[in-house]
């Protein structure tokens, strides 16, 4: 299982983001694929999730409204679009899935959030 962030970066709060995920090692439409982050000196934190097949998403209550999470399963990649940055989305971001049992993260990519 191989999960390759990209997309991060710097951005002034109120800009936006797109983070991209691309997957491969498995098969990637039968699975339900996460985006987490972490702050300096926090734990990590789940941000989005979408489902398989019927693409259900959810999204932590700091980010509802204003980040958006998709999958396209031709190209084995998810997405995390970020509108309405703030400085306190200043995390390094991680794709996630979880294959029977165990869990494969990311290397990360890091979006700061600053004027």
């Known amino acids: 299982v191989r999960l390759v962030e990209s997309g991060g970066g710097l951005v002034q709060p109120g800009g936006s983001l797109r983070l991209s995920c691309a997957a491969s090692?498995?098969?990637?439409?039968?699975?339900?694929m996460s985006w987490y982050r972490q702050a300096p000196g926090k734990e990590r934190e789940l941000v989005a999730t979408?489902?398989?097949?019927?693409?259900?998403?959810n999204y932590a209550g700091s980010v509802e409204g204003r980040f958006t999470i998709s999958r396209d399963d031709a190209k084995n990649t998810v997405y995390l679009q970020m509108d309405s940055l703030k400085p306190e989305d200043t995390a390094v971001y991680y794709c996630?899935?979880?294959?029977?049992?165990?869990?494969?993260w990311g290397q990360g990519t890091q979006v700061t959030v600053s004027s």
């Open positions: 090692g498995f098969a990637f439409s039968s699975y339900d």
């Open positions: 979408i489902t398989s097949t019927a693409y259900t998403t």
């Open positions: 996630y899935v979880n294959r029977w049992g165990s869990r494969y």
